[in-house]
């Protein structure tokens, strides 16, 4: 059929609702904010539960993007989505105007900002880092503390800026347990004289294999489990992490001289998404999301004819339930342009 | 240490601080423990920045003391609060400057009270009024007075004769920070740089010279706490507060510590001596304890006081290493000759009917 | 604590709760997890110390012993473990496949030659 979807975000979600619609003889724009598309999976290094490299996964989004029926337009956002009777236009931070018969949303994701958990001393204490920061160590396969010496020891903190009303972020963000686990394993690998704690509430373990990778991590790769919050981090005068928690197992408090502390900062819904989701009337929940027709059967609906959902601009996914989301709103879409 | 992310921070947590025209309440038991200080610091405002402090002769104690140990119901204490304000409005003034930092958590947590509870603010107007016939105004600002010589603190070091620089070395003294845990970490936006990295005297000590030292027990209560300590039985936990900030401040050495509330340098001060009896332990150098100062002391020093008329010799950890380091003249011989007469406060508006 | 200081004063320094994760010995759980391998897998759910015997009069708490060796304070574990009576119901309960029954008899062995420097 000769209709024109936009698709705003050009991460997973976007790219892989463009390339199902463009497949299925539609035209496609996907306007995306930053100078490439690929969203925060290009930042990645390795992927769980089974740590296949990223890469794969991009090279399967880029082919996906490359179609003739798609325009990619990056380093642009839309600001606004406007209801013209059957159709739609976007307006475009460039100052141009696309029309669309059906829009996808697909805004993503922000990651916490972690200098908002000043206890923790992000940006404040050279050895203090974030699950992303540490991603990009991996790609150079070199683990090193600021000072450039090999850490003895490290410690992952779960549950940064989510779960926490403090930062006004009470939703859990669902895949940071397993990726906490996953980087465990790979620093275990990197640096096998290397202790590695992992200080958590709770391991959500959620998909198919993270039980099963939790559990390697204990038996092959001896990473250490301590449950509790970790309440600060202080600087010690020989330069390293000095962490508090309370090992709530033993009941009693607990500190530790630490290397490097890797914070897993969680998923906020992303800020170019609630200023397009208030400027079009697409309604957010107490998560700031957006909010969904219906939590069991029409997660893709936005409640407004003609616009759909795609990914985590809706909640916190992994890429599989991403890319499945985002073909599911392809099917909502098309729906909706055959039955008009 | 990105200083970058502390400085982003301070100017994150930032608050309205008086210009002048200052009600100044003192605290109930500070000047048995460090008589110099209140006096200092009047001095510091009324002849050095030429500002108008006014104290009511009738104003008391705020009762946190007894609050805060479960001896006097909060309805008391925020009428005796009620009152403090109504003196304060019958002398025709707005900003409310409390010497204690105790006085300080209370006053802003009646007055966060009140407002989200006016039904409770009005229980509380019509006890005054029954009790005393007296009416008030909330104050229009609150600042504790170390949020008073932090604002000023560069006039400060303009009229300053020393700094906090080791004269033998040339080397800023290190100084610990110890701030009281009722100034921010109740209410963390009342506080100047919040409640994980306070910067009220942080900024101090800087513009005078000095260099702040960050160690990992710094967040840590100095255990006074109030009915821990006044319970004999529960000394011991009050004691071990103070002892694990010090076992963690050790290794970097610092020439001083610096505190802002009536309770804390009573306690960093005193415990090194009960620490040093029970177990032979000091935490300075060359067998020494660490000095410690109220900010008033640390002003009123750097502005050329007397060390003996700022109440020094009250203090039971020796001062003397910190005045002869900062070049500081004094006279060992004078220290505890108290016949000799103390220089009083001199402006006119010391006391007002 | 000397008896003259808490009579001096009429109170003594409160010792720290605090499990310093730098001071303690991680020997004796060096030792069990090289004997018994399964030890590694606990995740402390606290389904052996549930069914357990002695745990239900004594003070006796397997989850939280595991836990302190992990830990290395082992001066809570001297006379705790003697109290297992290794009846093995926590051995059936377990959802991870400890042998926990074992872990215990590692552990008392373990401890012993701690105390005897022999570790």
Request: glycine share 8%; charged share 25%; proline share 4%.
């Given at each position: ?10 991460g997973?979600?976007?790219?892989e ?12 724009s ?36 490359r ?26 931070s ?71 009303e ?24 990197i ?6 704690f ?80 208030e ?14 027709a ?28 991403t ?18 | ?5 502390k ?23 500070r ?12 001095n ?142 109740m ?17 101090m ?21 109030f ?5 004999q ?13 010090f ?43 660490i000095?410690?100062?109220t ?52 402006s ?6 | 604590?000397s ?43 606290g389904?052996?110390?549930a069914s ?27 006379e ?16 991870r ?23």
């Amino acid at each position: 059929m000769d209709k024109h979807v936009v698709v705003i975000g050009g991460g997973v979600a976007g790219i892989e609702a463009a390339g199902t619609l463009a497949e299925m003889g539609l035209r496609v724009s996907v306007i995306e904010k930053e100078e490439e598309a690929g969203g925060h999976i290009t930042g990645w290094h390795a992927l769980f539960p089974d740590r296949r490299p990223a890469k794969e996964v991009t090279e399967y989004l880029r082919h996906r993007i490359r179609h003739n029926n798609i325009t990619l337009i990056t380093k642009a956002t839309v600001e606004r989505i406007n209801h013209h009777g059957h159709s739609f236009s976007v307006n475009v931070s460039d100052g141009t105007s696309l029309n669309a018969d059906a829009v996808i949303v697909a805004t993503g994701f922000d990651l916490f900002d972690a200098r908002r958990k000043e206890e923790y001393g992000y940006g404040i204490y050279d050895d203090v880092i974030t699950s992303a920061d540490l991603e990009i160590m991996f790609a150079s396969n070199k683990v090193l503390t600021s000072a450039g010496k090999v850490p003895s020891r490290i410690g992952f903190v779960h549950c940064v800026g989510s779960r926490d009303e403090k930062v006004n972020n009470n939703h859990c963000s669902k895949v940071c347990c397993v990726t906490a686990v996953k980087q465990a394993i790979e620093v275990r690998e990197i640096l096998p004289d290397c202790e590695v704690f992992c200080f958590y509430m709770d391991m959500r373990m959620f998909g198919p294999l993270y039980e099963e990778l939790y559990r390697e991590s204990q038996e092959k790769y001896n990473v250490n489990y301590i449950r509790g919050k970790v309440s600060e981090a202080s600087s010690t005068i020989n330069g390293r992490v000095s962490v508090r928690v309370e090992d709530t197992l033993a009941g009693r408090p607990l500190k530790m001289e630490i290397d490097l502390l890797v914070l897993m900062v969680g998923m906020e819904m992303s800020k170019t998404g609630e200023r397009l989701a208030e400027a079009s009337g697409l309604s957010t929940g107490v998560n700031r999301f957006l909010k969904s027709a219906d939590h069991h059967y029409g997660s893709n609906e936005s409640g407004k004819k003609g616009i759909f959902y795609a990914g985590t601009c809706t909640a916190p996914m992994n890429i599989t339930d991403t890319i499945s989301h985002a073909r599911a709103a392809v099917t909502e879409t098309i729906n909706y342009l055959n039955s008009r | 240490m990105k200083i970058d992310g502390k400085i982003a921070i301070w100017k994150e947590y930032q608050k309205e601080i008086a210009d002048d025209h200052f009600f100044y309440v003192r605290s109930c038991v500070r000047q048995n423990f460090f008589p110099g200080s209140e006096t200092a610091f009047l001095n510091i405002m009324r002849d050095v920045l030429k500002k108008d402090v006014y104290e009511h002769p009738c104003h008391t104690t705020c009762t946190g003391i007894g609050y805060h140990s479960d001896i006097v119901p909060i309805e008391t204490t925020m009428t005796v609060v009620a009152r403090q304000f109504a003196l304060m409005t019958e002398a025709g003034y707005e900003n409310l400057l409390p010497s204690c930092i105790t006085s300080f958590g209370l006053y802003t947590e009646i007055m966060d009270t009140w407002h989200h509870f006016p039904e409770v603010e009005e229980r509380i107007r019509v006890n005054l009024r029954k009790a005393t016939g007296r009416e008030f105004k909330i104050p229009k600002n609150l600042a504790h007075a170390s949020d008073v010589i932090y604002k000023f603190r560069k006039e400060i070091a303009a009229s300053a004769k020393f700094k906090l620089i080791n004269k033998n070395t040339g080397e800023p003294l290190k100084v610990v920070d110890h701030i009281g845990c009722h100034y921010a970490k109740m209410f963390p936006s009342k506080g100047i740089g919040g409640a994980e990295y306070p910067y009220v005297l942080a900024g101090m000590v800087e513009e005078w010279g000095g260099k702040v030292i960050d160690y990992p027990e710094r967040r840590h209560c100095c255990g006074f706490g109030f009915r821990q300590y006044l319970v004999q039985a529960n000394r011991g936990f009050s004691i071990a507060c103070s002892r694990e900030k010090f076992e963690s401040m050790m290794p970097y050495k610092p020439d001083m510590i610096i505190t802002n509330c009536p309770g804390c340098p009573m306690f960093l001060d005193r415990w090194q001596y009960v620490i040093n009896e029970m177990e032979g332990k000091r935490y300075g150098p060359n067998n020494e304890g660490i000095p410690v100062f109220t900010y008033e002391e640390v002003a009123g020093l750097i502005l050329g006081s007397d060390p003996w008329e700022l109440g020094l010799q009250m203090h039971q950890t020796d001062c003397e290493p910190v005045l002869d380091k900062m070049g500081i003249d004094y006279d060992p011989e004078e220290k505890y000759n108290l016949k000799k007469e103390i220089k009083r406060a001199t402006s006119s508006s010391f006391v007002k009917v | 604590m000397s008896a003259t200081a808490a009579d001096k004063f009429g109170f003594a320094i409160n010792r720290t709760r605090l499990i310093n994760y730098d001071t303690t010995d991680r020997k004796v759980r060096g030792y069990i997890s090289e004997r018994e391998p399964s030890f590694r897998l606990c995740f402390a759910c606290g389904g052996c110390t549930a069914s357990c015997t002695a745990g239900q009069h004594t003070t006796f708490n397997l989850r939280r012993m595991n836990t302190y060796i992990r830990r290395g304070e082992i001066a809570p574990l001297r006379e705790e473990v003697t109290r297992c009576m290794l009846c093995g119901k926590c051995l059936l309960v377990c959802p991870r496949g400890v042998n926990t029954r074992n872990v215990v008899a590692v552990a008392s062995e373990a401890i012993r030659k701690f105390e005897r420097n022999e570790l």
